[in-house]
């Protein structure tokens, strides 16, 4: 993707890749698991197949939930959120889920990455992504709110920030300035240049 | 040079991201549409110096399916006018509001974003979408009109093209303001703007005036490029990664 943007006459710093995470944060490990797990048993299974049925296309209802998805119709047949159907087919297909088990994963984050653990395994995971270039940030998806959200800031950022790798303060005040991004040229205003 | 820094997004849904939270316990009814207690969780996340609030938005309900009945995130805030409200509450962190182009204007959302940026002092951001189903095209009054997809896309480039068109169309010393000799602007720097697409023509001036700190540059967040040698574990402690994230979408910082 950053690599497309010489192309346009941008650096790969002009772009921010902030892919959705999904945090179950616990004390232990198990007692994220445990959350997860009284997460999934809120949702009845009827609501499970239906949405999983509606993004993939096909009535699930028809089939058992502890076996393998049927055939799903190609892609080019979607008329919805086709990213979102292939990234469920392949998340399926690589780890060979049952409908069930892939209606806990939808559920959960809806698709999107899910990290489970004590805030320094979090912040281990999300740190591994930054540093290895994967992603410049996240976009942080509390499962619950409001207590989602406050142990996000009060146990996971301090992590991130004792790390050097998050701000402890603001420095600009405006959502370009937090972003590191540029403000650009004015497309009228460049026109008067080149006419003078 | 300090270390390269993380971007945090503060995604918001209200009463959580999962399809159960609203069965938990420490969620309340009255929280679904409480000014108060939304300005509280704005201020948690600018407590935690999140680059910015994100909010997801749809133009349909899904009363049709089981899951509007079970009632998962089908009532929320339309993202403008609540980001309105907590630019007002909240001093620093970056509201990125999702807005469709399906059933828009780009004259109406151009005026909508340009407002929430200067209520916000530059902190306005677009997460730009289009929109799907039959619900959808009834709640427009366009019956039986689902778009498909690849001109719904259409659709959405020739829009961005003329949203920030809008957006620079007043030059940022356009507003003179001269009092002495009476001179409010200078009309050579108030740019009409004039588009012929397949789906959007438009010939129109903004009435938002300058921004401030906006002119987007627009973003397309997808497909991470990971170091050449590393690749993501296999899941550990349960934990899965999804390999590739496509996202068919555009966000707008402003």
């Known amino acids: ?196 | 040079m300090s270390k390269r820094q993380l971007s945090l997004g503060a995604f918001f849904m209200l009463p959580g991201q999962h399809a159960g939270a609203w069965r938990d316990p420490s969620t309340k009814r009255e929280n679904l549409w409480n000014p108060g207690y939304l300005a509280e969780l704005a201020r948690t996340a600018e407590k935690g110096k999140f680059d910015l609030i994100f909010v997801a938005d749809g133009v349909s309900a899904g009363y049709t399916s089981r899951a509007f009945e079970y009632g998962a995130r089908v009532t929320q805030f339309e993202p403008l006018t609540m980001f309105s409200y907590l630019a007002a509450v909240t001093e620093k962190i970056g509201f990125v509001a999702t807005a469709s182009t399906t059933y828009n204007e780009p004259f109406n959302l151009a005026r909508q974003f340009a407002s929430l940026d200067h209520l916000s002092k530059g902190r306005a951001g677009w997460n730009v979408v289009t929109s799907t189903g039959e619900e959808a095209a009834r709640n427009f009054g366009k019956r039986d009109q689902d778009w498909p997809h690849h001109l719904r896309y259409e659709r959405a480039h020739e829009f961005l093209d003329i949203v920030k068109k809008l957006w620079d169309s007043w030059e940022d010393d356009a507003i003179l303001y001269d009092q002495e000799k009476g001179v409010f602007l200078d009309k050579r720097k108030v740019h009409r703007v004039n588009y012929e697409g397949r789906h959007l023509r438009s010939a129109v001036r903004s009435t938002s005036g300058a921004r401030r700190k906006a002119i987007p540059s627009s973003c397309r967040p997808a497909l991470p490029k990971p170091a050449e040698n590393w690749r993501p574990e296999p899941p550990k402690s349960s934990l899965r990664h999804g390999r590739r994230w496509r996202k068919r979408r555009h966000s707008i910082a402003m």
């Open chain 1, 1 to 196: 993707m950053k690599g497309r943007l010489a192309k346009y006459g941008r650096s790969p710093d002009e772009l921010k890749i902030m892919p959705g995470v999904f945090p179950i944060i616990g004390r232990t490990e198990e007692e994220a698991r445990a959350k997860k797990k009284y997460l999934e048993e809120l949702v009845p299974l009827q609501v499970g197949v239906e949405r999983l049925s509606f993004q993939l296309g096909v009535d699930l209802s028809r089939y058992d939930v502890d076996g393998p998805l049927p055939q799903l119709p190609p892609v080019e047949e979607i008329n919805g959120n086709k990213s979102r159907f292939e990234l469920i087919r392949n998340m399926a297909e690589r780890e060979h889920l049952t409908i069930r088990q892939l209606i806990g994963r939808v559920i959960t984050g809806r698709g999107h990455w899910e990290i489970l653990g004590t805030p320094e395994q979090i912040a281990d995971q999300l740190q591994e992504w930054f540093e290895n270039g994967a992603a410049d940030g996240f976009n942080v998806m509390p499962p619950v709110f409001p207590e989602s959200l406050n142990e996000f800031v009060e146990l996971v950022i301090p992590i991130l920030q004792e790390r050097g790798i998050f701000r402890k303060e603001y420095e600009g005040s405006t959502l370009r300035e937090h972003l590191g991004l540029e403000r650009p040229v004015n497309q009228f205003a460049r026109q008067t240049v080149a006419q003078n």
